[in-house]
């Protein structure tokens, strides 16, 4: 056992509660008074058993509720972290049950793979590997998972799959003709076991890649702001007995702080955002979710909320609902299918920030992203395009007008 493992194992809960910090970690944020606040939530959630694992969709794994974004150990706060403290992060959560690692080909340009085959060193079958190839210019797929094989220094990758399925409903077409057939031979070949595709933004990809059967896991955001795979995905994933990995627990696109305007929904502190976030996203109908962390006291921290997680208190379903009333709305799902805009407007994210400005009360911060924009809303000359081109039934135009109020 290593020394920083020692450490994890060894801290008491006082030392612990002392010694803790906030960060933000690709998602993770951990702070000292979660701890406290869960041991009032929930018990004495430190004290109690292993940590909880729920079935993995039709994969026949079984995974930890709380487990793991590797991510955070390359694009934390303190950026990449040190061999040393990888591993005793990942030995720690080995430690606290966590047995589902998340990681990428692409991230760190590969350093983030490498560094968690470093510290999965004598605990490699403890853990279920969780990679992906990355998309845009990308190398085959072969290739791909052969050097995410060589980094993770294994053998065999647990699930494997496409990254970042925020694609148009053209490109997905062409995605799944290009790389899904490498991905089926490599699990014939044994290389992988189960194929999982990930998407941040565009539903519509999601559901079409869902559609083609052969897709057993997918990881996609799941937390109180952004409904937008709760509603559309996550349901049809699950009919098919798809395993759901829930990400961005912490962040929403930009937004990994709390702020004043969600104080209804997320508090108005940090460790009770860090703690209704967990719990709410530990609620819906995933198999685990997967906050990044920079430390082992965060670590430790999700894995006693997770431990004690008995579900939502009637007070936080209450708070949480709000923006699940509006659901029947039509909302944009970013396929892109009404593009080009003649007045060169990007239609969907136009419409994405106008959604969470007046869905969720989002304003300051769409306002700030909106203001990024190239071509704002008031280029737009009513020509009604986008409106006839949506095969979902947006009223874009009529949002895209809106925006130019809720926005500017
Ligand atoms: S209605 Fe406005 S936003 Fe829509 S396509 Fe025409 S110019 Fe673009
Ligand atoms: S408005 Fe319609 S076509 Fe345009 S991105 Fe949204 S869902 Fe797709």
Request: charged share 25%; net charge positive.
């Amino acid at each position: 056992m290593s020394e920083p493992l020692n450490q994890c194992r060894g801290i008491s809960r006082r030392a612990f509660v002392k010694a803790g910090v906030a960060s933000v970690a690709g998602g993770g944020l951990i702070g000292i008074d979660v701890l406290s606040h869960a041991a009032e939530g929930d018990g004495d959630a430190s004290q109690q058993g292993a940590l909880p694992r729920r079935k993995l969709g039709r994969t026949g794994l079984e995974v930890s509720i709380v487990s793991f974004g590797g991510a955070s150990l390359y694009y934390g706060p303190r950026g990449k972290l040190p061999q040393k403290e990888i591993d005793a992060i990942i030995g720690c959560a080995v430690d606290e049950g966590i047995n589902l690692i998340d990681t990428s080909y692409g991230y760190g340009d590969g350093v983030n793979e490498a560094t968690i085959g470093n510290a999965l060193k004598g605990k490699r079958d403890k853990v279920i590997i969780l990679s992906k190839g990355p998309w845009g210019p990308m190398k085959p797929m072969k290739e791909m998972l052969e050097t995410s094989l060589r980094r993770l220094q294994t053998d065999h990758i647990e699930i494997y799959g496409l990254h970042g399925l925020d694609l148009t409903e053209d490109l997905a077409e062409k995605f799944i003709e290009k790389h899904l057939p490498d991905l089926v031979k490599a699990k014939e070949e044994g290389k992988i076991s189960h194929i999982a595709g990930t998407g941040h933004l565009a539903t519509t990809a999601m559901m079409r890649f869902i559609q083609t059967g052969l897709m057993e896991v997918i990881a996609v955001p799941i937390n109180p702001v952004r409904r937008e795979f709760l509603e559309q995905v996550v349901p049809m994933a699950r009919k098919m007995d798809i395993g759901v990995v829930g990400m961005k627990v912490f962040h929403f696109g930009k937004l990994s702080q709390p702020v004043p305007e969600l104080a209804g929904i997320l508090g108005t502190d940090r460790d009770e955002f860090i703690r209704r976030t967990l719990r709410f996203s530990l609620a819906q109908d995933v198999a685990c979710v997967i906050p990044g962390f920079t430390t082992v006291e965060e670590v430790k921290t999700a894995a006693a909320i997770g431990r004690g997680f008995a579900g939502l208190s009637p007070e936080e379903e209450k708070a949480m609902s709000v923006g699940r009333e509006k659901s029947a709305e039509k909302v944009c799902r970013i396929c892109g299918h009404c593009l080009p805009c003649p007045a060169r407007i990007s239609v969907p994210d136009v419409l994405r920030l106008e959604l969470n400005a007046r869905h969720y009360g989002l304003q300051a911060w769409a306002k700030r992203d909106y203001g990024r924009q190239k071509v704002k809303a008031d280029a737009c000359t009513e020509c009604g395009e986008c409106t006839k081109k949506c095969p979902h039934g947006v009223p874009a135009m009529e949002l895209v007008l809106r925006a130019k109020s809720t926005l500017s």
